[in-house]
């Protein structure tokens, strides 16, 4: 029965302040290098610098463990017995032959030989000394390695002004030297950053603030204009300089503040200052964004044709660390960010993927999800209760402690009225905004505070719901009008809830002990049943509005007496499985999602006409969740290998996605995982929600360039020859997916 409104005054008083609140932050795909994770990779938490070769390796710098080559696979680590001068590395470059120069606290050393000259398996060497000519042997600062566009590298100094090396054809390499004093006889002004622009102009940032504009030349560098701050500069000192691909000229400053040099003016103007630390690294994506790490504060995304509306990115969007040293981009449009913490990569098709997991939900294992249009709220059914995002970045959880009446949520659904209707562990809750009613029956009612809107909360006898699903019924045989009906299937088996009233259906109906996990409701109105040890059962007939109106009696609550349910495809009958875990009509068939395939069937009678499965491109075989896109309308399925997209006219599989290609997890738990809206596909797994957008996802064209590792050839005694190839594909979009 109803509680009394003397009740509801005193639950309220109790659940109003039982809320946990938060400020979660939508989160970023990132893919993490740890020491502790990934210790074949990474031999530092701090990764200075990143940089990748012509040849596609992409190399890391670490403070005080050296340099190491990633391949994609494995780790080529190198030392001071290579010829490097300390095992702190600032900064990597190649130049125009196809040497790789390192600068290292104690100085700056250079491959021998070009790495294209390096044979398979044969490390590379480095050494301090061309010659004659000892190279510079003073600490070389990030930031402070640059090619101009004669061939020139050149390294910035803290004392000895701008040097420049340069190998010839034959072999010799020329130096060359700048000075930085402001005038002759004045000291060297120490460098923060260097930059090669497209119109032949090289600058270099100074601590003083100042900025010297040099034009390359096949000499060297001539000094052509000095940029200096509270001037043509911001006040504050600038320490790194950018161009980025439509030829402007980005700044950072040590205070954080980042500015674009207007052409029309020739002045710098502040375009952001949401970071509160010196700016370390700026790199355009391929998407035309330009990422700005900072030494302290994190990352800023921002739109060049329009920074105010840029993003701040920090641990909270997935962020191993907020003191960023690199940002660099591959050929494949990868962005890596190289942190105190370790190394993470975001893959270039990024946008395609949102989460929400530990680092911004109370509870990352999630069962089920509703994306609310109306109201733009996301429903997270989470082991730790209800949590409802707004904004992107609010939450609100209800748990067990706020009377729900279990914090385990396997199933949500909304009705027409805008009640949110819950399927838990222990029992059924509706969450009725402010003007709709509560429907009959509830055990217990809870007035909430649901951010900044009245909702209440009702309570419903129940035993482990599954599925939840909103079911428009005809009020008879003869009627073609639709009445809104609720259908909750799980242990105890089903319930339907029309307006106030309530038919349960169990053992007595022909459901079996087991209860139900999903039901169904074709074209001609019979209803279909899922379970998890007896197959599929039907109805015997239309379910219609006169039905339940037959079992209630008159009554506000019945249970069905007689069997309604008829046994129709099982192992008995040429089922691969009884276990059923969800069921969609679509298009005229029953798609059924079981512990061995997804399954496609016409219903009069019942035929099997496809089943998908690993063998077939589904990918995996246990079948959790399916939701049909109104973007493309594919079928999405849930298995235990990621996602698989269906042309449901075809028959086909035409996409996979999964862990390799950004997906937060592959496997999900419970019995309606996916959701979608605009196109969208909302996916609750055991790590959390990853909210997918095909639209976004958009193919990888670079081809994996392969490069030999290992090459050996054997002849026996006996004849018979043996050749041994080892080789890397080198692809960082998807390592799971190397040749």
Not at 116 to 142: K, N
Not at 520 to 542: M, Q, Y
């Amino acid at each position: 029965m109803p509680v009394s409104r003397a009740s509801r005054r005193f639950l309220a008083s109790l659940f109003l302040i039982g809320w946990v609140t938060g400020a979660p932050a939508q989160e970023l795909p990132f893919t993490h290098f740890t020491p502790d994770h990934n210790p074949e990779i990474l031999t530092s938490a701090s990764v200075q610098t990143i940089y990748q070769d012509r040849l596609s390796f992409v190399w890391l710098g670490f403070y005080s463990s050296g340099l190491a080559r990633y391949d994609g696979a494995s780790i080529e680590s190198y030392s001071t017995v290579d010829g490097l001068p300390d095992q702190t590395i600032r900064e990597v470059m190649e130049d125009r032959t196809g040497r790789l120069w390192v600068g290292c606290d104690t100085g700056l050393v250079v491959s021998e030989r070009p790495l294209a000259d390096y044979q398979t398996g044969q490390r590379v060497r480095f050494v301090s000394r061309i010659a004659e000519t000892e190279i510079l042997q003073t600490r070389i600062r990030r930031l402070n390695l640059v090619n101009d566009n004669f061939g020139w590298l050149w390294a910035g100094t803290t004392g000895d002004g701008l040097i420049g090396y340069r190998f010839e054809a034959s072999g010799r390499m020329r130096v060359a030297r700048v000075s930085t004093a402001p005038s002759e006889g004045q000291p060297e002004e120490m460098v923060s950053a260097l930059t090669s622009l497209s119109n032949g102009q090289f600058l270099a940032a100074l601590n003083t603030g100042r900025v010297l504009v040099f034009e390359s030349t096949e000499q060297g560098l001539e000094l052509r204009e000095t940029l200096t701050a509270g001037e043509q500069l911001p006040q504050a000192t600038t320490v790194i300089l950018y161009e980025s691909s439509d030829g402007v000229l980005w700044g950072g400053t040590s205070a954080g503040a980042i500015w674009r040099m207007a052409p029309e003016t020739g002045r710098a103007e502040i375009v952001n200052q949401n970071l509160s630390s010196l700016v370390v690294s700026i790199i355009e994506g391929s998407d035309g964004m330009l990422w700005i790490g900072s030494l302290g504060s994190g990352v800023i995304r921002l739109d060049p044709g329009d920074p105010s509306g840029a993003r701040h990115i920090t641990r909270d969007n997935g962020l191993l660390g907020e003191t960023l040293w690199k940002i660099a981009i591959d050929h494949e449009g990868n962005l890596w960010f190289g942190q105190n913490g370790g190394l993470s990569r975001l893959r270039a098709n990024y946008r395609a993927f949102t989460n929400y997991t530990e680092i911004s939900l109370p509870d990352a294992g999630a069962f089920a999800v509703l994306p609310d249009v109306d109201s733009g709220w996301i429903w997270l059914g989470t082991g730790g209760g209800i949590t409802i995002i707004r904004n992107g970045h609010e939450t609100r959880t209800i748990s067990s402690d706020d009377g729900l009446s279990d914090n385990s949520v396997y199933a949500i659904t909304k009705d027409g009225a805008g009640r949110i209707w819950l399927g838990t562990v222990g029992g059924i809750d509706v969450i009725s905004p402010r003007g709709t009613s509560v429907p009959g029956g509830s055990l217990a009612v809870r007035e909430l505070s649901l951010f900044d809107q009245s909702v209440t909360s009702s309570s419903y006898d129940f035993t482990v719901a599954y599925a939840a699903h909103r079911l428009d019924l005809r009020p008879s045989d003869d009627d073609a009008g639709r009445l809104e009906s609720i259908w909750v299937a799980g242990n105890s088996g089903i319930s339907a809830f029309v307006g106030d009233r309530r038919v349960d259906f169990g053992i007595a109906s022909g459901l079996p002990g087991t209860g139900a996990t999903n039901v169904a409701l074709d074209d001609a109105d019979f209803l279909w049943v899922g379970t998890s040890d007896a197959g599929i059962l039907r109805s015997r007939e239309p379910i219609t509005q006169q039905v339940l109106n037959r079992i209630l009696a008159g009554r506000s609550r019945a249970a069905a007496d007689s069997t309604i349910f008829d046994p129709v495809w099982n192992k008995s009958t040429g089922a691969p499985t009884n276990g059923v875990r969800n069921l969609r009509w679509v298009d005229g068939r029953l798609w059924i999602g079981t512990s061995a395939g997804l399954v496609v069937a016409e219903n009069d009678p019942f035929r099997v006409e496809t089943i998908f499965d690993a063998r077939n491109g589904l990918g995996g075989d246990v079948i959790v969740g399916t939701v049909v896109s109104r973007e493309d309308g594919l079928l999405w399925v849930s298995q235990n290998d990621g996602l698989a997209a269906v042309d449901i006219g075809s028959r086909t599989v035409v996409k996979r996605v999964d862990k390799g290609r950004g997906l937060l997890e592959n496997e999900a738990w419970a019995y309606g995982p996916l959701a979608e809206a605009r196109g969208e596909i909302y996916f609750a797994t055991a790590k959390g929600l990853c909210i997918y957008r095909p639209s976004f996802d958009h193919r990888n064209e670079v081809p994996p360039i392969l490069r030999l590792r290992r090459a050996e050839y054997r002849e026996e005694i006996d004849g018979a020859n043996e050749i041994a190839i080892e080789y890397a594909a080198l692809s960082f979009a998807n390592e799971t997916r190397r040749l």
